[in-house]
Each structure stands twice: as structure tokens, then as C-alpha cells.
């Protein structure tokens, strides 16, 4: 792809917190952004060029956007499949591509992917009826978490069950829906990695953070990771392994289990940029939204490597009330989503605590 000159419009499939952020560090590299959204205040409308207030999958939308756009991303995992043969129809570029997506959005094609792409994952299984829950949670050992295969995030869409009994009722539970049944993960801790690919096959790995999650929410990120000697490489080669597979461009998150004897199992892949990436914007280099707007843009990626350690906190709900003590301290860099409503687990901002290396 010829590289995006400064004045070029992105085009931005959703405008909630991250579509917000790229469109701001787009802004700082000349360009001007056009986000598609059906909400017509969200977060990233009031920082952008162009906000077409639309369902994702109108077609007089779409082909606006294709038209003034030079290439076209996404700020989240589960825009409809249809949007994008759209676009990609009338001949727009659009990173991350349909693959990416069609993984991404499937559990069960997603840890079937990772597992022919080489990234190792827990055993699972694919179950469509209470029965077949109950067989695959027997024949994984009988404690087993069971995620519909579809539109879960931040925790929602899934269950523990500690039996077979127990997994056909939880299958129940989650709506009847087609499921995977994954055996547990006997990991120390978590970990991610954010990685990124241009649409020449170049790529650029950023160091790996260690993440804290409550209620199946993020909520502290620390980077960079302390890693055991090897890790960094082998989440390297992991996400190597998944770009190239993917022919992905653009950023992706990839969580990771560190296990008892330090080797990596890949949990998911993100193909956009990732909570737990938002350290970047005051430790590293280039930040990951930077570093999207670059790769899919048709930019050399920017360096990687980290300038402070920091630990990124995020403020769910109405911890975002605390902004006048956070913004006193010293060392905190805060984030703030514009929003106009907090509710209870509901993402508002979050704080950089940057300290030296």
C-alpha cells in the first residue's frame, strides 16, 4: 500500500473510548478522521473530523465512508461481517482484514487458529446443546469455564462449572447459545503483549505487561512486565506467529498465561488496540494508538521500547469522580473518555502512574 500522505481521511468503524483515542493520535500525524457510530454523542465524535451517526452496516454509510476514506479500521472486534465485504466491494483498503475479524469473533475459531498458527491454548471444546457441554466438560476433567462462543467481553458470557451436571446448566444459563467449554488454565499470572504489523510484513512487539483483573474487568496494568529469561522472546515468536497467519495490519492485543514453569498460553487475541496497551501512551516510544494509525496508514512503524515503567489503572464506573485528587499527583497521567454517564463496571478513563526504570 502507498503510504497515507498527512491530509488523508482514516476511516473509523466505532466511536467509544479507543476509536477516540486513535482519532486523536491521527490528528497528531496530519490526518483527519471520519468515524461511523450509531450513538450520536459517543466518546470519539467530539475529537473527530467526521462523525456519520449510522447503524454499521448501512450501506449509504458505508459507501460515504469508503469514499473519503483511504483506508478503514475498527476500534472493536464485533462489527458485522457485512460492513466490511461492503467496503472492502468498493475497493477501500481496510486493516485489520475479514479474517482477523471472522477469528476474533468466534471462540472456538479463534483457539483453533491460535492452535494450527502454533500458539499454544488450554484443551476446549466446542459444545451446541446442554448434552454436548456435559460430555466435553467429562472429558476435560470436569471443572471447566464455558463462554458463548460469540459477543462476550470484560467477563460477560460465561461461567465456571464443576461438573457435567453443572456445565449442561450453564450452558442453559448463558441462553442455549452454541458455547466453548474450556479446561482451566493453571496459571501464576497474566500477561499481555501488544504487537503490531504494516502491510509490508514488517513488525514491532512492545515489551509484555502484567495484568490484574476483578469481576472479569482490567484493572491494573503494569509494564514492563519482570519476565523470566526467554519470555519476551517467546511472546515474540507467538505473536509473530499470529500476525502472519492473520496477514494481519494494524495493532492486536494478545493475552497470555504464564504458567508454574514460565511457558506462555496464549487466552485471546484482540485484533485492534488493547486495554491493556494504554500503559504505552507515557511509557513507550510510540503508543499503540500511534503505532495503529502508522501500520495501517502505510507509515514505518514507530520504536517500541519503553522510556518508564508504568502502572495503568482503570476507572470504571464513578471512580472517575477522583479525577481532581489524580490529577494532583504528581506522576499520574490522566485519560479521560468523555463519557457523560458512569455506571457500575462501565469504563470512563484511566491514570498512567509513570515512574523511572
Known sequence: MTPLAPGSTIGILGGGQLGRMLALAAA?????????????DCPASRVCALHLCAAYDDPEALTRLARISGV??????????????????LGVPVAPGAQALAVAQDRVEEKSFLN???????????????????????DLGGRVLIKTRRDGYDGKGQAWANSPEAAAEVFLSLG??????????????????????????????????????????LHLSSAPAV?????????????????????????????????????????????????????????????????????????????VEARARVEMENLLGEAVQ????????????????????????????????????
Open 28 to 40: 497528531r500525524l496530519g490526518f483527519d478522521v471520519a468515524i461511523l457510530d450509531p450513538e450520536p
Open 72 to 89: 478503514v479500521t475498527l476500534e472493536f472486534e464485533n462489527v458485522p461481517a457485512g460492513a466490511l465485504a461492503i467496503l472492502i466491494g
Open 116 to 138: 494450527a498458527a502454533g500458539a499454544p491454548t488450554v484443551a476446549f471444546a466446542a459444545a451446541d446443546s446442554p448434552q454436548a457441554a456435559a460430555r466435553a466438560s467429562a
Open 176 to 217: 442455549g447459545r452454541p458455547v466453548i467449554v474450556e479446561a482451566p488454565a493453571p496459571f501464576r499470572r497474566e500477561l499481555s503483549v501488544i504487537a503490531a504489523r504494516g502491510w509490508s510484513g514488517a513488525s514491532a512487539t512492545f515489551p509484555l505487561a502484567e495484568n490484574v483483573h476483578r469481576n472479569g474487568i
Open 227 to 303: 519476565l523470566a529469561p526467554g519470555q519476551a522472546n517467546e511472546a515474540g515468536r507467538i505473536a509473530d506467529r499470529i500476525l502472519s497467519g492473520l496477514g494481519y495490519v494494524g495493532v492486536i492485543g494478545i493475552e497470555l498465561f504464564e504458567l508454574e514453569d514460565a511457558s506462555l498460553l496464549v487466552n485471546e487475541i484482540a485484533p485492534r488496540v488493547h486495554n491493556s496497551g494504554h500503559w504505552t501512551q507515557d511509557g513507550a516510544a510510540t503508543d499503540q494508538f500511534e503505532q495503529h494509525i502508522r501500520a495501517v496508514a502505510g507509515w514505518p512503524l514507530g520504536p
Open 322 to 357: 477522583d479525577w481532581p485528587a489524580i490529577a494532583g499527583e504528581s506522576n499520574a497521567r490522566l485519560h479521560l473518555y468523555g463519557k457523560r454517564k458512569a455506571r457500575e463496571g462501565r469504563k470512563m478513563g484511566h491514570v498512567n502512574r509513570v515512574f523511572p526504570l
